[in-house]
């Protein structure tokens, strides 16, 4: 009986597809992630040129229009609701930021309002955002 000699191949893991695979995979989920955006509200940023970066995980964001409304996280809110949110805020934690972001023509009574309501519920770590 004769052996026909067969040279054994060494198993190895093809790379080419498994990158092809992942580029896709990174490609569709970047495609597909939703920004939180608060483009919605029709706000215009004073411009200030030496301000820094507000980017807080864990923040409340208070944005105020130029005809003084109010807006909690993107909802709009008054005064009394904004104060309930804040007193419900404030029990649950205690050291969260708040981001004002109020429009360049709001009145300067209207954000004072909001930052008094704000120091009141205990939250001083109190910011405005800029363009």
């Known amino acids: 009986m004769s052996y026909i000699k067969r040279r054994l191949r060494k198993p190895f893991v093809n790379i080419v597809p498994l990158v092809d695979v992942l580029t896709v995979l990174l490609f569709f989920f970047i495609v597909t992630m939703q920004f939180k955006q608060f483009k919605v509200l029709n706000i215009t940023m ?24 109010k807006f909690y996280n993107g909802i709009p809110v008054s005064i009394e609701q904004l104060n309930e949110s804040l007193v419900t805020a404030s029990e649950m934690k205690a050291d969260f930021s708040v981001l004002i972001m109020a429009d360049e023509g709001t009145e300067l009574k209207k954000i004072t309002e909001v930052m008094d309501l704000c120091r009141n519920n205990q939250f001083n770590q109190i910011r405005l955002q800029s363009r």
């Open 46 to 69: 004073p411009e200030i040129r030496t301000a820094g970066i507000n980017q807080l995980d864990e923040q409340i964001v208070i944005a105020i229009d130029e005809i003084g409304e």
